[in-house]
């Protein structure tokens, strides 16, 4: 089993310490996965139409639909990982059905100064590619990010951030 280390301040105190890595990984999942994640899935499939959601109290950032269904466009239906898979139809849309996710999370909109919601953070998934990097093993997880980086990596220099800084993200980063 491994181990993290860590060491950090807290309240001009430090704080050393241990962890099993899984236990590790899932105390810092809450950024890899927005609630809100479902929802905004479904928002693709609709028109026009408008839809109001009550949400529980805590920052929720908008999306823009437009936005997701542009980059689909301009993907041509097709799964950025791999336009090989194979995808169904929509009964909504008469089109492939794709998801929109963000390289960069909008959970982290808060915290980077730049904003997030744009065509060069989108990217266009199959179903099974977008739950990879969400829920898969840290490896499949990691594989789908390096692809996807590699298409784009302009976002690295946009964002100011690293390979390493995405992993993290997902907590799939290497821990030694």
Known sequence: M????????????IRIGSMAE???????????????????????LELDAIKINTLQARDVF????NLALERIKIEKYRCEYSASHSLFISRHTQRPYLEAHHLIPMALQKVLP??????????SLCPYCHRAIHHAEKDLTRGILKRLVDKRPDILHIMNITRTDIFSFYSVEEIY
């Open 2 to 13: 491994a181990f993290v280390l860590f060491m950090f301040l807290h309240n001009s105190a």
């Open 114 to 123: 730049k904003k997030l919601d744009t065509i060069e953070n989108i990217f």
């Open 22 to 44: 899984a236990q590790w990984r899932d105390e810092n999942i809450i950024i890899v996965y927005d609630g809100t994640e479902n929802v905004y899935q479904d928002s693709l």
């Open 62 to 65: 908008s999306r823009d639909r």
